[in-house]
């Protein structure tokens, strides 16, 4: 029903009064469906409420829910015969007319005519803990969750199977949690020496010969965990460097499950071995690799190699313990 009154081209809520654009399948105040006055619209989402109860998509859904691999993501689009897979995630923005801009975009819009009331930059999908999670960018028509309207830029985990819906066109997420998710966050790489002081760290010598080892080992590590249990590897993604009163903090997007790792037996192992080669007053490097030999025996115990893993990630996971076991650095914390 429309609303002379409000501009012939608005759609009127008769439940909550509330004045919607004419692209609008729901009011975007109560949600309540809208009568459009447009009859290929409402045949369009008629056969799309069909798509998502018919026998064929939940064989489908089945399918690739049993077959898709951990930390990867399925978007099943209302008028797309096929799902889109993507093996790895960083951030999934949908929206209508992507544009090359180096970002990992999906032009959702093409796939039914229902695409016309998407934004340009519609909604984005992102790695959570355990699975991932998504918010609306803005968009001029709305994202709604199962149901929910989104608060612009508030992030809300998401479920396997969860509907959402961009303006008027519907999205189902697929995907198998697992705690080898990344997730953006913020870690403060400083010196273990407590008494050593640098002042103005961002220069070219701490930055190749110290940040960039530890960078690197930390991400061949991440690559190893996702390999033990048979998953696809993946890089550490590095959004800013800042320098800090007391180090180095690094907004990244890695495995959360690094840094309890290290913690649990890298750290105990450096000060073990630091305090055993300064009682016996010998040079570290005559205990450095047999060290090194046990303490890659225990990592490797901890992440419970798969049988399919290849059989070079001993060798890979100990050169990356050896660089961070004469690394000056450690991370203290996380935000």
């Given at each position: 029903m429309s609303n002379a009154a409000n501009g012939k081209d608005d759609l009127f809520c008769i439940y909550c009064q509330h004045t919607n654009s004419r692209q609008a399948a729901h009011c975007q105040h109560c949600g309540a469906r809208l009568v459009t006055q447009d009859p290929l619209v409402e045949k369009e989402l008629t056969k799309q409420d069909h798509t998502w109860t018919s026998g064929a998509y939940k064989a489908l859904f089945d399918k690739t829910n049993s077959t898709l691999a951990d930390g990867s993501l399925a978007l099943f689009i209302s008028g797309c015969a096929e799902p889109l897979i993507f093996p790895f995630v960083r951030n999934v923005i949908l929206g209508r007319d992507a544009a090359n801009t180096g970002e990992q975009m999906v032009d959702i819009s093409q796939f039914s005519p229902l695409g016309h009331s998407v934004s340009r930059r519609h909604a984005v999908i992102v790695p959570d803990a355990g699975g991932f999670a998504c918010s609306d960018l803005g968009s001029t028509n709305g994202t709604w969750l199962n149901g929910r309207l989104l608060e612009p830029g508030k992030t809300h985990p998401l479920q396997n199977g969860d509907q959402m819906r961009l303006g008027l066109l519907t999205v189902m997420v697929c995907f198998k949690a697992t705690c080898t998710a990344v997730k953006r966050m913020t870690i403060l790489v400083k010196t273990r020496n407590t008494l050593e002081h640098h002042s103005h760290l961002l220069r070219p010598p701490y930055l190749l010969l110290q940040?960039?080892?530890?960078?690197?080992?930390?991400?061949?590590?991440?690559?190893?965990?996702?390999?033990?249990?048979?998953?696809?590897?993946?890089?550490?993604?590095?959004?800013?460097?800042?320098?800090?009163?007391?180090?180095?903090?690094?907004?990244?997007?890695?495995?959360?499950?690094?840094?309890?790792?290290?913690?649990?037996?890298?750290?105990?192992?450096?000060?073990?071995?630091?305090?055993?080669?300064?009682?016996?007053?010998?040079?570290?490097?005559?205990?450095?690799?047999?060290?090194?030999?046990?303490?890659?025996?225990?990592?490797?115990?901890?992440?419970?190699?798969?049988?399919?893993?290849?059989?070079?990630?001993?060798?890979?996971?100990?050169?990356?313990?050896?660089?961070?076991?004469?690394?000056?650095?450690?991370?203290?914390?996380?935000?």
């Amino acid at each position: 029903m429309s609303n002379a009154a409000n501009g012939k081209d608005d759609l009127f809520c008769i439940y909550c009064q509330h004045t919607n654009s004419r692209q609008a399948a729901h009011c975007q105040h109560c949600g309540a469906r809208l009568v459009t006055q447009d009859p290929l619209v409402e045949k369009e989402l008629t056969k799309q409420d069909h798509t998502w109860t018919s026998g064929a998509y939940k064989a489908l859904f089945d399918k690739t829910n049993s077959t898709l691999a951990d930390g990867s993501l399925a978007l099943f689009i209302s008028g797309c015969a096929e799902p889109l897979i993507f093996p790895f995630v960083r951030n999934v923005i949908l929206g209508r007319d992507a544009a090359n801009t180096g970002e990992q975009m999906v032009d959702i819009s093409q796939f039914s005519p229902l695409g016309h009331s998407v934004s340009r930059r519609h909604a984005v999908i992102v790695p959570d803990a355990g699975g991932f999670a998504c918010s609306d960018l803005g968009s001029t028509n709305g994202t709604w969750l199962n149901g929910r309207l989104l608060e612009p830029g508030k992030t809300h985990p998401l479920q396997n199977g969860d509907q959402m819906r961009l303006g008027l066109l519907t999205v189902m997420v697929c995907f198998k949690a697992t705690c080898t998710a990344v997730k953006r966050m913020t870690i403060l790489v400083k010196t273990r020496n407590t008494l050593e002081h640098h002042s103005h760290l961002l220069r070219p010598p701490y930055l190749l010969l110290q940040l960039s080892p530890f960078l690197q080992a930390l991400n061949e590590l991440q690559e190893i965990m996702a390999l033990a249990k048979g998953q696809s590897a993946r890089d550490i993604f590095i959004y800013e460097i800042h320098e800090k009163v007391n180090g180095v903090a690094v907004n990244l997007e890695m495995n959360p499950q690094v840094v309890p790792l290290l913690r649990q037996h890298l750290s105990p192992w450096r000060d073990q071995y630091t305090e055993f080669t300064s009682r016996k007053r010998k040079h570290p490097t005559a205990f450095l690799e047999p060290a090194i030999a046990q303490l890659t025996d225990k990592v490797m115990a901890a992440l419970a190699v798969s049988k399919s893993a290849n059989p070079n990630l001993r060798e890979r996971l100990e050169a990356a313990l050896s660089i961070l076991a004469v690394s000056p650095l450690e991370i203290s914390r996380t935000e």
